[in-house]
């Protein structure tokens, strides 16, 4: 028998999506508790502290709870809720953020999964900050939306029930600019200030885009789009999962599509530019049921076992 995964809340949106995931391997034996103890205290430490690893779609205080249960065991923790992005002692989860990371993730006990926004822009921004081309004290915006299954169980609800339908389009939230994810956002994109975060859910199941628009002329050497493409194609390069589109093929196109790696673990980044006004706009788009969370924990799982990161995981959209 493999590996023994437990996933702790696999009755919500992430957990369900893990376990579907999960539901064909052959290579590891899935943990579960039976319905009927499934609030009892007992049978969550039982379960977390059989399995080899345990991966944590909680609440955030359930989450803290979940992960000292298993402080004196051998238990191996990816947390997918907010509570330990930032934490001393847990790797961030995003393998693609630097060439080390992957190394870290392996050898990790403790592995912070990253927000679904914040995979985007930590994406697109850090490979500049690093390379130079942003500067870390540079004001930055994101504008984003977001699939309603973003918001988990309780508005997928609101929005499809046949009762009481959600009418509108789309809807701009975090209004008092202190959504929870601009710390991890700030920390691990290397910012010496938070960025101006507005996020939005639109009339939609799933699928995400996030937009950060550059004024490259108020930039440290003004950078040119063909220097910031440079500079993600060169840093996501052989990457199973993050891909660079062309600028002629971002040039091309009318529109994007939220939805376009729906069902993939897919990210694809876009440089758009109008080279007249000194101006970027950069976009990434993904799945954020995929690479904005189960898909992200499953990869992250894969590098922690060993295995091809790529198992059980779609790298791209049909065709």
Known sequence: MGARVFIDGEAGTTGLQIRARLARRRDLELLSIPDRDRKDPNARADHLNRADVA???????????????????????????TAHRTADGWVYGFPEMTPLQPARIAAARFVANPGCYPTGFIGLVRPLIEAGLVPADFPLTINAVSGYSGGGRKMMEAYEADSDPVDDPIRPYGLTLQHKHVPEMTFHAGLAHAPLFQPSVGNYAQGMIDMIPLQTWAMPGAPTAAQIHDVLKTHYQGSAFVSVAGLQEAAALPHLS??????????????????????????????????????????????????????????????
């Open 258 to 319: 939220a939805e376009a790696l729906n069902d993939t673990n897919a990210m694809r980044l876009y440089v758009f530019a109008n080279e007249d006004r000194q101006q970027v706009q950069l976009a990434a788009v993904y799945d954020n049921l995929g690479k904005g969370a189960s898909g992200a924990a499953v990869q992250n799982m894969n590098i922690m076992l060993g295995c091809d990161e790529t198992e059980g995981l779609v790298a791209a959209a049909a065709a």
């Open 55 to 81: 991966i944590l779609c909680l609440p955030d205080d359930a989450a803290r709870e979940a992960a000292a249960l298993v402080a004196d065991g051998s238990t191996r923790l990816i947390d997918a809720s």
